[in-house]
């Protein structure tokens, strides 16, 4: 059975840091495209970082130059390097996936379980 495991969140002051890790776990072929997201309360989930198997990147606006998405793709693991948190930053982050489980099948979008992360002001 395949999964996202996530690490790393918590509560931090505003202008602090924070990194969240997510680890596949299971028995897969291949993962492509790995991703970062987050619900604030009363919102829809939101595309926080993305990056693909080559590494390259995609960010949303609001996070541009404090986050930072990397991936060991040895480890199936992806990254979160959260710099300089704002309060607005608080919201449950969730790490996705594009995974391929075996040679012959297709890719399944699958999603972590979600971590907590608050920042106060």
């Known amino acids: 059975q395949v999964q996202l495991v996530e690490s790393g969140g918590g509560l931090v002051q505003a202008g602090g840091s924070l990194r969240l890790s997510c680890a596949v776990s299971?028995?897969?072929?291949?993962?492509?495209?790995m991703g970062w997201y987050h619900q604030a309360p009363g919102k829809q989930r939101e595309m926080v970082a993305t990056?693909?198997?080559?590494?390259?990147?995609n960010y949303a606006d609001s996070v541009k130059g404090r986050f930072t998405i990397s991936r060991d793709n040895a480890k199936n693991t992806v990254y979160l390097q959260m710099n300089s948190l704002e309060p607005e930053d608080t919201a449950v982050y969730y790490c996705?996936?594009?995974?391929?489980?075996?040679?012959?099948?297709?890719?399944?979008?699958?999603w972590g379980q979600g971590t907590q992360v608050t920042v106060s002001s």
């Open positions: 996705s996936a594009d995974i391929q489980r075996t040679w012959y099948e297709r890719e399944y979008h699958y």
């Open positions: 990056i693909t198997s080559s590494g390259s990147t």
């Open positions: 299971g028995k897969i072929f291949n993962v492509n495209v």
